[in-house]
């Protein structure tokens, strides 16, 4: 069947209008969106400032936060990430209530704290025990989050009487051989800022955490604030590159974590394609006495989407916890006047 030629000329034309739309469609978004970008990083990279201290201890400065009153939970944040990270719930609702003191720190070459207060996660233990020592903290519960698992185990081995219990979530205990470099940029940071904004997040909602309810403002809330505490990446792509490089250390997998003896609780999700879920069940066979709490179908971002489900099970895990061993964890507890 021969082609018309006046047809093909005017689908031609309607093709060539339809890209002119879409072209001129984006320039105009990103003309009104990079200046709003500029603007959400300057105010975001203030409030990172202000929300914290560092504090200089005899292993080296790191940055603090402290929320909240209670029985005192050194939070140590995933990759990337920062102090702010663990406190995505308290940011999202600040006057909720909490029998908890929030001790939030960021790990060397995140945000603040430099490098060089800790490389390797021995490193790493050992400047939260001088952490504890500068605050005048005897005890507490240390929770290891994703990446921030690594050190929190270490410091579990390594300064067992300064750990009254151990909390995982979604570990990924082990080497990991042949992991690429991470390169941060400030197109990646633009990307992530945008998919997360108010106009495109019920779009790209349900690919960033599986099970999430676009439409509930809580959950929105909470996993646009957990995306966004990875930017800006030049305040966490030393800490991220660094994090890459100490997991390819075959030792990871000799840990001794049979010796541990406090009470420790993991959770998991089973459809988690960031960290392995079947480590998990194998390390909560090694740690004599660990429960593991699997959240069936829940992914990397579980803790948010489904963030009642998670906190009954932390919390029910640190109420069960004997008096004596929570009441000692507090004893000491004084706000030291070191920081900056």
């Known amino acids: 069947m021969a082609i018309n030629p006046s047809r093909l000329k005017r689908a031609w034309i309607v093709v060539k209008w339809i890209w002119r739309s879409i072209t001129v469609m984006v320039l105009v978004s990103l003309a009104v969106s990079v200046p709003l970008f500029w603007r959400w990083t300057a105010q975001h990279d203030a409030e990172l ?9 005899a292993k080296g400065d790191i940055e603090v936060a ?4 209670g029985v005192p939970i050194l939070q140590l944040h995933g990759s990337p990430g920062g102090y702010d990270q663990p406190l995505t719930r308290h940011n999202v609702r600040p006057n909720q209530p909490t029998t908890m003191r929030t001790i939030s720190i960021s790990r060397p070459g995140y945000l603040r704290t430099p490098l060089a207060s800790g490389r390797t996660y021995e490193e790493q233990a050992d400047l939260y025990a001088a952490l504890l020592d ?19 185990l270490q410091f579990a081995l390594r300064h067992p009487d300064r750990a009254s219990a151990l909390i995982l979530y979604a570990p990924d205990l082990g080497s990991q051989q042949g992991r690429s470099s991470f390169v941060g940029s400030r197109p990646e940071d633009f990307g992530r800022w945008l998919v997360t ?13 599986k099970g999430l309810d676009v439409h509930d403002g809580y959950e929105r809330d909470l996993v646009t604030r957990v995306i966004r505490s990875t930017l ?23 840990w001794p974590v049979e010796q541990i003896r406090m009470p420790t609780l993991i959770v998991h999700g089973t459809a988690d394609r960031n960290t392995s879920y079947e480590r998990s069940v194998a390390l909560a066979a090694r ?3 660990a429960k593991l709490v699997s959240i069936v179908d829940g992914d990397h971002l579980v803790s948010f989407t489904r963030a009642e489900e998670v906190s009954r099970a932390i919390n029910g895990f640190i109420a069960g916890l004997p008096e004596s061993v929570r009441g000692r964890a507090t004893t000491g507890l ?5 920081g900056r």
């Not at 400032?49 to 201890?57: D, E, M, Y």
């Not at 904004?197 to 955490?209: E, I, K, N």
């Not at 004084?334 to 070191?338: A, I, L, V, Y």
């Open 49 to 57: 400032l202000q929300g914290s201290q560092v504090i200089s201890t």
């Open 66 to 69: 402290v929320v909240g009153e």
């Open 134 to 152: 500068t605050l005048q903290l005897k005890r507490v519960i240390v929770q290891g989050s994703s990446g921030g698992s690594y050190s929190a």
């Open 197 to 209: 904004s108010r106009l495109l997040f019920p779009f790209f909602g349900a690919f960033l955490a």
């Open 232 to 254: 800006p990446a030049r305040l966490h792509s030393a800490g991220r590159k660094n994090d890459l490089e100490q997991r390819t250390n075959p030792a990871i997998d000799r």
């Open 287 to 289: 740690i004599p006495g």
């Open 334 to 338: 004084e706000r030291s006047g070191s």
